[in-house]
């Protein structure tokens, strides 16, 4: 069947979403402050409307909000032009990761509008987004779930029902950052210390892809190592540390101790200076 979704986001993981669900058949009407964004998500046959309120006026029941982080979710929600001044019953499904008590405080808020709010986080990258392989883990009640359904499997391939209350795909997705996270510090360390004997890097990677240091990252180095090499303030490491943070703020707030996710936060905090002068002094060398 045939809906209006209403989608709020539409950069680098919101795009492949909503273009997911164009090629599903739905007619999605889409917001986004970037003119470059909105070239983009015209293109793949995205309705451009000029505001989340928009987004919602125009859909037939649900939105979808996928942006960056707290502070814009609850602008493009609550704002003068957010999704609860249109007045009507809408679901809005916030994609976007940001911890268990800011949206059980948001849901509160929404709530008060007429809005169900639903945390459907996710994984898989901006390359999962365009392919519809994305992981989505969803909190909500399940006839909700069941209504939503049909959606989300044109945007992901495993999709996990976590819980009926709001907040706990927050806690999901966090996890699954965390694990991340540290792995990846981990995979940083091997090449450190692999570097230093002369071990090939791609070498070290076939490697650790058939013994017990094969991971997620290992397999994806490709993918990861770019993130290190070509820092961009702002976007995907920044991301990542963004929610490392969001850990431990839950964590003190729940008094229960994460000491691996506090070291792993204070490191990455500098291991990309750290990498950029590792890489200059080794060109240095190879000069010399």
Do not use: C
Not at 47 to 53: G, H
Not at 64 to 77: G, M, P
Not at 92 to 116: F, I, N, Q, R, W
Not at 233 to 261: C, N, W, Y
């Amino acid at each position: 069947m045939t809906e209006s979704i209403g989608f709020i986001g539409l950069g680098a993981m919101g795009l492949g979403m909503a273009a997911n669900l164009v090629k599903g058949g739905h007619d999605v009407h889409g917001y986004d402050p970037s003119p470059e964004r909105r070239e983009k998500a015209a293109e793949a046959g995205v309705r451009l409307v000029d505001s989340p309120l928009d987004a919602a006026k125009a859909s037939s029941g649900v939105v979808i909000s996928v942006v960056r982080d707290a502070a814009q979710t609850r602008e493009v929600l609550l704002g003068e032009q957010g999704v609860a001044r249109a007045d009507r019953p809408v679901t809005a499904v916030v994609a976007s990761t940001l911890d268990p008590s800011t949206m059980k405080a948001l849901a509160a808020e929404l709530g008060g509008h007429g809005v169900t709010a639903v945390d459907t986080t996710m994984s898989g990258g901006p390359w999962g987004a365009e392919a519809g392989t994305l992981t989505l883990m969803v909190s909500a009640p399940a006839e909700v779930f069941g209504r939503l359904r049909p959606l989300l499997d044109l945007m992901g391939r495993n999709i996990f029902h976590v819980g009926d209350e709001v907040g706990t795909a927050q806690a999901a997705k966090l996890a699954v950052q965390l694990t991340f996270g540290i792995n990846m510090m981990g995979v940083f360390e091997a090449i450190r210390l692999a570097d230093e004997y002369g071990v090939d890097e791609g070498r070290l990677m076939e490697m650790l892809s058939v013994s017990v240091g094969g991971s997620w990252v290992v397999d994806n180095w490709r993918r990861v190592k770019p993130w290190w090499e070509h820092y961009v303030p702002g976007e995907d490491l920044d991301i990542l540390l963004k929610d490392m943070r969001s850990v431990q703020r839950e964590a003190d707030e729940g008094d229960f101790p994460m000491p691996v996710t506090a070291l792993s936060f204070q490191l990455m905090r500098h291991v990309w200076p750290a990498w950029a002068a590792l890489k200059d002094a080794r060109a240095g060398e190879a000069r010399e």
